[in-house]
């Protein structure tokens, strides 16, 4: 008895996912547990494993393909059944009947007690009805490419690239804006439309945090910089403590523990693992936690819960040479740091002496609606502080 895979819901904010590669093809075998596919959300790429032993008799769903979360990808059974029927999809209000484009291939009808065939209703994705209400588009118009008949997204856009007027002049290349740059994109969009972003910048002497750190890997504790402005900046936190809340509806939620999101550059995109519980860890276990994820991250392996349940996030483009930026809050944080690198400046010092010290500037982007700009010169004046005399 044959029986569909699901495309799963791998957190509780994932309404899409991207199989961004299937591991085994039509015809294999499957063993309970063996990874089958990879999935891609907007927060991590993980492995599927089957929950059930059979053969993989059709693959639904092929790979890059944004899709939602309860969509069948691909039916599972006995080696040499036939797969006739397909059941509806259990994201969706209503299944459509079967598309006259599937008559190439295998047909794929909806089951019976979910689908009545004197239904006239238009089967389309929630995003694919926005993006034709968007354009002033009449779905109708639309075709669906997959056999099952429902109207996706992409599809809606392929409608529209048909029907508009080319006047762009020539591209010299195409670059598909899907996977973790479209989600992380949408994210950031988001983010701009609905917080009211304030920035506040601040300089400040690394003398003293260089000199500690180079004591430090005498001693063998591999403590870098970074770590000492995430200690830094938990202990900031702790002290201003509505940098590190949360807004839902009418309630500014001020979190218990400091849970800080660390921006790591990857090739495939930007992830932020989390370092939890900040303030209730030493130096040397700091460092070791945040080396280990930011390995994990290069080598995409993290997991989900890695990336999940952060309170406040750090970006640094110090080693890129970057001397200051203003970073995108990160949802639904209140406050994002962004760490340029450190540089070399001449600067006067009390009695006017004339010197040449290490300097970093740090920008602050916060939600207006939770914190006034003094409030987090404030912070920043508390975190200069801490680096410039290493009290962590």
Known sequence: MSKQILLPKLGVSMEYGVITQWLKAEGDSIAAGEAVFEIETDKATQLYESDVSGYLLRILVEEGVETEVGTPVGIVGEKDEIVETVAAPVCAPEASAKSEAASAGPAIIASAENVSSEKKKIDATPRAKAKAKEAGIDLALVQAKKGDGRIREEDVLDYIASTAVQTAPPASGVVPYSGIRKITGEKLLESCLTKAHLTVDMEIDMGKALGMCQEARKLGKAVSVSDCIIKACALMLREYPMLNAFLTGDEIRLNEIVNMGYAVDTERGLFVPVVRDVLNKDMETLALERKG??????????????????????????????????????????????????????????????????????????????VDGAYVGRALLFLKDKLESYEL
């Open 293 to 370: 994820l930011v390995k994990r991250a290069l080598e995409n392996r993290l997991e989900l819960s890695q990336m999940e349940g952060g309170t406040f996030t750090i970006s640094s483009m110090g080693t890129l040479g970057i001397a200051s930026f203003t970073a995108i809050i990160n949802p639904p944080q209140t406050g994002i740091m962004a760490v340029g690198s450190i540089e070399k400046k001449v600067v006067a010092l009390p009695g006017d002496v004339i010197a040449i010290r290490p300097r970093m500037k740090v920008t602050i982007s916060a939600d207006h609606r939770v």
